[in-house]
DNA sequence: GTGATTGCAAATGTTTTGCAGGTTG
DNA sequence: CAACCTGCAAAACATTTGCAATCAC
């Protein structure tokens, strides 16, 4: 079992985490590491992000289409994506425990988890589409 | 807008999918194939399920952690994934169209589209569990 | 015959991994 | 100093694409 010891680099990954709310790529992440560490390394990002996903202390979104995404909010919810943009979306949605208690109603084994996607056109994609 | 032709490959792999409810990854669909077209490429197997996803008659389950998975049922359903074992089985769930009336309530675009993924462990690995 | 489809192979994009050196506790 | 972590580069995967030959209409 690994000891966990204490990284600068996978400090500030989890800090530029918690400040956005985009959900960026591994290589968006790696790319404003670069400019507080420009000897950063996209397997050194990859290696920390799949640890923090682990500890639970981020979520992974695995592919929404291409590269994975990552969220630094962790509590249950559930994210929108624009088929036009491509942007990603918190979404405030009824208490996800119901959405799963529901969901095993008629299922034998056991659901501990959920991860809800929608689909459609974002407000500013909308907006272009009067035009 | 190019028009669409008839191919035996094609049609195979559409038919396939319809027998299959465990969700095969693109390299089972080949895999297959083989037997039918000894000298099918992978490239048009995904070419093909790219094509069938497109027109609707079958769904690309993006990435549930590994490769893609296709799915020859395509009314709107919700899918389960074993952490264990890496199964993926359908749920027979609430109507959808009302989860995704629910989560648009306080969202100012259009969702379209919804998918739902539940994970946890399934039956079979519950009770090698016990053992 | 025109244009879609195919097999093949090479290219692409994303993520993982081996290794030698550096850092943490 | 032992174990973890890093940067670098190569490898591993999954998927897409260019091309010339083939097939459907």
Same mark, same amino acid.
């Given at each position: 079992?690994?000891?966990?010891?204490?990284?600068?680099?996978?400090?500030?990954?989890?800090?530029?985490?918690?400040?956005?709310?985009?959900?960026?790529?591994?290589?968006?992440?790696?790319?404003?590491?670069?400019?507080?560490?420009?000897?950063?390394?996209?397997?050194?990002?990859?290696?920390?992000?799949?640890?923090?996903?682990?500890? *639970? $202390?981020?979520?992974?979104?695995?592919?929404?289409?291409?590269?994975? @995404? !990552?969220? &630094?909010?962790? %509590?249950?919810?559930?994210?929108?994506?624009?088929?036009?943009?491509?942007?990603?979306?918190?979404?405030?949605?009824?208490?996800?425990?119901?959405?799963?208690?529901?969901? *095993? $109603?008629?299922?034998?084994?056991?659901?501990?988890?959920?991860?809800? @996607? !929608?689909? &459609?056109?974002? %407000?500013?994609?909308?907006?272009?589409?009067?035009?």
């Amino acid at each position: 079992m690994a000891a966990l010891k204490y990284s600068r680099q996978r400090e500030s990954i989890k800090e530029f985490l918690m400040t956005r709310t985009d959900h960026p790529t591994a290589d968006t992440v790696y790319e404003n590491m670069k400019s507080i560490y420009p000897n950063i390394s996209l397997g050194t990002v990859y290696r920390n992000l799949s640890l923090l996903s682990d500890l *639970g $202390e981020i979520k992974k979104l695995a592919s929404f289409g291409g590269a994975d @995404r !990552f969220d &630094g909010r962790v %509590e249950p919810h559930c994210h929108f994506m624009c088929t036009e943009c491509g942007c990603v979306i918190d979404l405030e949605t009824e208490d996800m425990q119901d959405i799963m208690k529901r969901a *095993g $109603e008629h299922f034998n084994g056991i659901i501990t988890d959920c991860s809800a @996607r !929608f689909f &459609g056109m974002c %407000e500013d994609c909308m907006k272009k589409e009067k035009n």
